[in-house]
């Protein structure tokens, strides 16, 4: 189980994750206070400063509209963030249940569930996002969804690699002998003592999930214009490399901290929950 | 072995009928039928001629005719034809047999993925000896943080920057494409130059990411092998520690590699959509995402199709080769 004051005061004296946890904290204040901190709106046109290089007035300069790049890269940490949790919370969830019910009732339902696993990670997924967007259409929530629906592969394996080992416990026997049934067990006995690995990679998941949400931006199926997010400034930025830098270098940074940030957390997590992996 | 090689392609069975069901099922998913796209842009096509489209594909039948019908079709390689004004066969798009061969889509695709699979190996299996022979070393720790920046890094910026500092600003390698516009007219060996001039940027960024993770895995893989009793054996018997590395540790550290190059293919061929777009390169991921621009179904099934057939094999040959390498896993 995650026991939160000890798992905080630990995490804090890791350095990597101490930097990680700082840069997502600095990224959800950046979303949250968006329209606080951004010096101007999104949609603001200043045609007198089309593709002015970084000054004082834009400090990251302006793209083809004359739009302010750091107000619209602000804007777009929300997408991110959105699309991050969503999408990780979709494939955490069907990670947990299915990998709950196979590694419990183990039998023909595991070997079935595990066949379907093994065919989910054949398939290359960005090809089936990319093929499922261009058929159901391209919305923000299309692809969490997406996103979601095809990253619960690895979830689902840990959970029930813990659930196997978890399920012959004398806790678990306890619980049974003391008459609860199957649904207690799992949600309420084993399943709490499996968290810990979830959670590490449902962190790790949010940095993929960020990185696949850009490429599709970029691609320009993800999030659509007026609508700013990372990928799609750098889509700008690819029109206007001959000209522009700071519309590909800032915001191109930007999607490097927030994945190295989630990476260095979740990593620095595993090695708090589990210290028995630190040493190998 | 010949057991284990039957075994393994029988459980090849059940991932097939999977991912082409899924496959098929995404077929389905597209709102109205999928002819619409073919019939609305048509303002002379009468109800008949739609209901003749509709049965041609199958589509006043039941969903599992449908698919077996499919399946039947996919078998003889017929992925229908595209949507777009050619309507070509889709597997005349990927597999164009009047091009010369290595023009042909897919053989582009593959050979940028072999070429960058080859460069994962040669720079990560090195870098994973390095680390793990003196971990928590100074060039331990550089290559730590290397690889989190190199997890972090998206490959379509990292491709952006590389290609302004190399093509744009210092003009050292052409921008796009697979070849110059003057090919035809250089000689054999400057048109082995100009293709491999065109190919490293590509396969550097599509190399990019699995360098980090292979470096990794490989640390790992190799910093377990160490601790094991045999190394200690081969260190009491007064071997050289080049040789306990190298000999000892490194075979029993490569063995767990082969399975993760295998996984490793679905992320190489799907950022095979991201690089080509940029660069330029008339592979299948070009193709697929011109194809999802332009709503053209069948191209983009075909190609999911094909791509995770092809995937499932390069995983079947990994596991084949892990069982040649490692009698253990043939007994399992």
Redesign the interface.
Known sequence: MIKLPQTTQALLKNPLALSGFIIVLLLFACAVFAPVLAPYDYKEVNVRAILAPPNIHHIFGTDELGRDVLSRMMYGSRISLAVGFVAVGIATLIGILLGAVSGYYGRWIDSCLMRLVDIMLCIPSFFLILAVIAFIGQSIWNIMAIIGFTSWMGVSRLVRAEFLSLKEREFVLAARASGAGDMRIIFSQILPNAMAPVFVSAILGIAAAVLIESSLSFLGLGVQPPLPSWGNILTSGKDNMETAWWLSVFPGCAILLTVLGYNLLGEGLQDVLNPRLKNK | MIIYLIKRLFAMV??II??TL??FL??H???GKPTDVMTELNPKITPEARARLEKYYGLDKPILVQYGLWLKRIALLDFGNSFSTDSRPVIDKIWDKKLPFPDRRLSVTILINLLSMLLIIAIAIPVGIYSATRPYSLGDRISTVCV??G???????LS??L??LFS?KLDWLPISGLKSLNYATLGPWQQVLDKSMHLVLPVFVSAFGGIAGMSRYMR?SM??AINNDYITTARAKGLTERAVIYKHALRNALLPLVTILG?S???L???S??FE??FGIPGMGQL??Q???T?D?PV??G??TI??LL??MG?MTADICYGLVDPRIRVK
């Open positions: 059940p991932v999977g991912v899924i496959s995404i077929i998913l597209a709102p989190f920046i997890f972090a890094t998206p490959t379509f910026w952006l920057l290609m302004m744009v790992s910093i377990e996984l293919i679905p992320g061929v799907g950022g959509v991201i777009t940029i697929s995402y194809a999802i621009m709503r179904y983009v099934m190609i999911l791509s995770a995937t499932m995983n």
